[in-house]
């Protein structure tokens, strides 16, 4: 997700189809690396009993947020133009980089697997 927030923003602000085909490009790659682990990552951490529950939150979540987004994106347009609202949309990016990464640092450092991966002394 923070490695495909940059490239969001080049397609809301650039002028160039050149850049815009490359920025999507890229945007769509990291945006399938994303897709393709997250479902996979749940599973590794939810026991099998709950596996179902966490997909159904997730995809709430998921169609509740990107329900909203539109709007936020037009109210955005309408006050700065298109392409600011389209720039702004990383921001959610970002956003959601920094919770994982917050995530991921929070389990590494409860559950000890830092301690394991450690070279031997």
Not at 50 to 66: D, K, L, Q, S
Not at 70 to 92: D, Q, T, Y
Request: net charge positive.
């Amino acid at each position: 997700m923070l490695c495909g927030a940059p490239f969001v923003v080049v397609c809301g602000l650039t002028g160039s189809v050149q850049w815009l085909i490359g920025a999507l490009t890229a945007w769509g790659f990291f945006k399938g690396l994303y897709d393709a682990n997250i479902f996979a990552s749940v599973y590794d951490v939810a026991p099998a009993r709950a596996r179902g529950a966490a997909a159904g939150f997730m995809n709430t979540v998921g169609w509740a947020g990107g329900g909203v987004a539109p709007v936020l994106v037009g109210v955005l347009a309408r006050r700065h133009g298109l392409g600011f609202g389209i720039a702004g949309a990383s921001l959610v990016y970002v956003a959601a980089g920094g919770i994982l990464v917050a995530a991921a640092v929070t389990l590494l450092r409860t559950t000890g697997i830092t301690k394991r991966l450690s070279p031997v002394e």
